[in-house]
């Protein structure tokens, strides 16, 4: 089944059209100030804990954790020696690359798109963010876009496995609530994407894939 046709299957389960959807995770959304969280009637802030079933699988695999990391090593050593022995024309498009990925860095930081959201406990990114675990408690959102908006889907409680099955929709924003921008409108290759509100402030999403469907979505759309 190709991804397109999965994405049929996820949406039609949920009674919606998408024009695109990837999952998506936060970072950690950072502790707010007192009269904040009152206000809010003290919301959930983290995501629930791992389930048991969750849980004994990590145990599971932890015994294997220092081979993967043995066979990573390896991989990077090999990656060394076949650079040291590319051609001058690949020695500069891998220069390219890692020039590209610092210029990302420093316009992530000097955007100060390092954060989570913009900040602003009041605008309407800081009070959507307060609400972000009250919906689902899941670490996890299907993240879709409509043509009247943005849709988020989830386990109303966080799963291990079968997330599609459990998942049901746990927000809405209208188009005129709410936008997807990618901020490097395509310059470079992340999974950083930006639900920008009509007053200006944002929240920080990372797609499961790197460029998305999402992102490739955003990119054709009219420059607004």
Request: hydrophobic share 40%; proline share 5%; glycine share 6%.
């Amino acid at each position: 089944m190709t991804r397109r046709a999965k994405q049929h299957v996820k949406t039609d389960r949920l009674g919606i059209h998408a024009e695109a959807g990837d999952w998506c995770t936060i970072d950690k959304i950072p502790q707010p100030p007192a009269e904040v969280l009152q206000a809010a009637a003290n919301p959930r802030l983290r995501p629930a804990r791992m389930r048991p079933l969750g849980m004994v699988g990590a145990v599971l695999g932890a015994p294997f954790i220092p081979v993967i990391m043995f066979f990573e090593l390896l991989a990077k050593i090999e990656a060394a020696v076949m650079r040291s022995l590319d051609t001058k024309e690949e020695k500069e498009r891998w220069q390219a690359k890692k020039d590209d990925e610092k210029r990302r860095d420093a316009t992530i930081l000097q955007q100060g798109l390092d954060k989570v959201f913009d900040g602003n406990w009041g605008a309407d990114a800081g009070q959507f963010l307060l609400r972000w675990y009250s919906h689902s408690t899941h670490h996890q959102r299907l993240l879709l876009a409509t043509e009247d908006g943005i849709v988020l889907a989830a386990p109303p409680r966080r799963v291990s496995v079968g997330r599609e099955k459990h998942m049901e929709i746990v927000a809405r924003l209208s188009a005129d609530e709410a936008t997807l921008v990618d901020p490097f409108s395509g310059e470079f290759e992340t999974r950083l994407l930006l639900i920008r509100f009509r007053d200006g402030s944002w929240l920080r999403v990372e797609t499961e894939e790197l460029r998305s469907e999402l992102h490739m979505y955003v990119l054709r759309q009219p420059l607004g």
